[in-house]
């Protein structure tokens, strides 16, 4: 049963549009997200995390939105640049416990020119 | 200066084999993790290991084992490798394991293909 769900495998963006990468989690007791990139061939980097007592986290061209509510999350990437095409990797944590990150199954990214 | 290390990159081996996995972390942290992405590219935790305390999931069978010399290694032992075990192992670290603020840091990982 998978708790963090990334239903886009993949998605094609114009350089210097607006990417949003999508998450979707059902486990209530997750307070803390993260987003992570990764290159073929490389592990994931991380990229930006957001509290659960947040709803917006901001750091350059990514921003980080959560909806509590609708157990929601997204990423935002402005402008787009070739170098983003990667893929992401939404991963949310459950604070107190010793699960680890879970992860969603990754959404690649492409930008293109 | 690479934070999280792992030896080797690549690993082919026959079933029945044993074999093991390095990871090593220099940033200082105090938990490491294995993780394993499948064939589906889901990644999903196998072990955490906090100042020498193993959390295992269940879910891990116990032909795989960790072992941990020292706070900046966390080495993964792998008993009769089967052809399901064929992966991508990843390692992590972090400085803390329950605080949900600590970010996780990931090393390159090993692809190992069980023939």
């Known amino acids: 049963d998978q708790q963090v769900k990334q239903n886009s495998p993949s998605l094609s963006v114009q350089e210097g549009r607006i990417s949003i990468l999508n998450c979707d989690y059902t486990?209530?007791?997750?307070?803390?997200f993260l987003w992570y990139k990764k290159y073929p061939a490389e592990g994931p980097t991380f990229l930006i995390s957001?509290?659960?007592?947040?709803d917006k986290n901001e750091d350059g061209r990514f921003t980080v939105f959560l909806n509590k509510s609708a157990k929601h999350l997204s990423l935002h990437i402005v402008p787009s640049q070739p170098g983003d095409s990667a893929v992401y990797f939404c991963?949310?944590?459950?604070?107190?416990?010793?699960?680890?990150?879970?992860f969603g199954k990754g959404t690649h990214l492409i930008i293109q020119p | 200066d690479t934070a999280v290390s792992q030896t080797p990159k690549y690993l082919v081996t026959q079933m029945g084999n044993d074999k093991s996995i390095k990871c090593e972390q220099n940033?200082?942290?105090?938990?490491m993790y294995w993780y394993k992405q499948d064939s589906k590219k889901f990644l999903k935790i196998m072990f955490s290991?906090?100042?020498?305390?193993?959390?295992i999931n269940e879910t891990v069978p116990n032909r795989f084992s960790p072992k941990s010399p020292d706070k900046a290694h966390l080495n993964l032992h792998i008993n009769s490798l089967e052809l399901g075990d064929s992966a991508v192992y990843f390692c992590?670290?972090?400085?803390?394991?329950?605080?949900?603020?600590?970010?996780?840091?990931f090393g390159p990982g090993t692809r190992l293909l069980v023939l």
């Open positions: 992590a670290s972090s400085r803390q394991l329950t605080s949900g603020q600590e970010t996780q840091y």
């Open positions: 486990n209530s007791m997750f307070d803390y």
């Open positions: 957001i509290s659960s007592i947040k």
């Open positions: 991963a949310a944590f459950s604070g107190g416990g010793a699960d680890g990150l879970t």
């Open positions: 940033l200082g942290h105090d938990t």
């Open positions: 290991y906090n100042n020498k305390e193993l959390i």
